[in-house]
């Protein structure tokens, strides 16, 4: 098999939550340069629209639904509405997600007293759980009532904070990516009979809009950086290849994996 038929995700009915922006975005894309059928799911109405009018003016097949994937009822209208457009439903990735905010560690080293476990809002557990993990399983729930048919596949962003602690990431991002990396695995499980794969994209920092974009400040990135191993951390375009990996039928017999991918930060610092 050739590397064009190894990674042909051509005519693809696509799902991308979350992706007028970063991650999302950058999945949307690859699978649009690749001619897959694309809609993109966002809250953020302006943003959507502009990513939709110039992939069309590209020539992309690229849709876009408004939604705020923690409305179960109004996210299951958008994927009854994607699936009857396309007559089928055959990848999706379940990105949409926020930021935690900083962590028990100020940048400096220096403990910060605001974000004390004691000291978090709970509004903003509530949130973060919301967005991050309850929308992950409403979104799985909808995907898997389309792909049970004819098999399909979904993949997950989380995080590697879903297997580690942080001191600059607040607990409750880490404990929804938790979350959301078990509920990968536990859903590979019971869907394999389907021919539905389910696996996970676990990013480190990147370069996004999170958490008000944070990351965009080199004051902010640079901690970040000198803790990674290749001295850098992501832009969105570093993730495309693995997207539209996990996608193809290059990974036809994977399901229930997390892949990592965050320039070796997982693995400590280095010189």
């Known amino acids: 098999m050739n590397a064009a ?13 979350g992706g007028a922006s970063g991650i999302g975005l950058a999945y949307a894309g690859v699978m649009a340069d690749n001619d897959a059928r694309v809609t993109i799911m966002d809250a953020d109405k302006r943003a959507l629209g502009e990513v939709v009018e110039r992939c069309r003016s590209a020539g992309q097949d690229v849709r876009g639904e408004v939604v705020d994937v923690t409305d179960r009822t109004a996210l299951e209208r958008s994927f009854d509405a994607t699936a ?5 439903l055959d990848v999706v990735f ?33 949130k973060v ?20 048919a004819r098999g399909g596949r979904i993949i997950v962003t989380t995080s ?18 938790a979350g959301a990396a ?24 990147f370069v996004t809009n999170i958490s008000g974009g944070r990351l965009k400040d080199p004051a902010v990135r640079a901690p970040f950086e000198r803790f990674s191993p290749m001295r850098r951390i992501g832009e969105p375009d570093d993730i495309k290849g693995l997207a539209l990996f996990l996608a193809s039928p290059a990974a036809a017999l994977i399901t229930g994996a997390q892949i990592v991918i965050d320039g070796g930060m997982t693995l400590g610092i280095a010189d």
């Open 182 to 205: 078990q509920l990968v695995r536990q859903a590979a499980h019971e869907l394999a009979r389907y021919n539905i794969t389910v696996n996970a994209i676990a990013p480190g920092p």
């Open 160 to 177: 590697i904070s879903a297997m580690r602690t942080e001191t600059f990431v607040a607990a409750p991002y880490v404990a929804a990516k």
């Open 129 to 148: 759980i919301a967005i991050d993990l309850t929308s992950v399983f409403s979104t799985l729930q909808a995907a898997a009532r389309h792909m049970k």
């Open 84 to 88: 009857r457009h396309y007559g089928r």
């Open 5 to 17: 038929a190894l990674f042909d995700v051509s005519g693809l009915a696509t799902v991308v939550t």
């Open 94 to 126: 379940a990105n949409a997600g926020i930021g935690g905010g900083p962590g028990f560690l100020k940048l400096d080293g220096e403990r910060n007293p605001d974000r004390a476990l004691e000291n978090i809002p709970s509004d903003l557990w509530d």
